[in-house]
């Protein structure tokens, strides 16, 4: 694999993680999914996973800024659920809604995701 090249499989995991995260977010929005399955949702991405596994990778090339937001994103949100939630309420997350489709759309420009898209 050429250096420059990015890591596909890094890519592939950390969108979709975010699609995920976008479908968890979009239920909440609708009322489909209340706060529970959110929290439980959150925690079976495994994102904390992710981080540990990419962290290191995201951070050595600038042109990963995208991927390294999402999987920031979808951790600070696992992370602080319950503060922005008691804070803020619910309608809050359509806030992150909106930056995680922002960086999802600015990944799917940047890369190839076609067969991605078959599998989510």
């Known amino acids: 694999?050429?250096?420059?090249?990015?890591?596909?499989?890094?890519?592939k995991d950390i969108t979709r993680m975010?699609?995920?995260a976008a479908v968890l977010l979009r239920g909440v929005m609708l009322q489909k999914i209340d706060r529970p399955t959110l929290e439980w949702g959150l925690q079976e991405l495994a994102v904390g996973d992710l981080m540990?596994?990419?962290?290191?990778?995201l951070i050595k090339d600038p042109d990963n800024v995208n991927l390294l937001n999402l999987l920031h994103l979808v951790y600070s949100l696992e992370g602080q659920l319950d503060f922005q939630i008691r804070e803020y309420g619910l309608d809050s997350l359509k806030d992150?809604?909106?930056?995680?489709?922002f960086s999802l759309q600015q990944i799917g420009e940047q890369y190839n995701l076609t067969e991605l898209r078959e599998t989510v």
Do not use: K
Request: no cysteine; net charge negative.
């Open 1 to 11: 694999m050429d250096s420059n090249a990015p890591d596909m499989t890094m890519v």
């Open 18 to 20: 975010g699609v995920r």
């Open 52 to 57: 540990v596994r990419y962290f290191n990778l």
């Open 96 to 101: 992150d809604l909106q930056e995680l489709n």
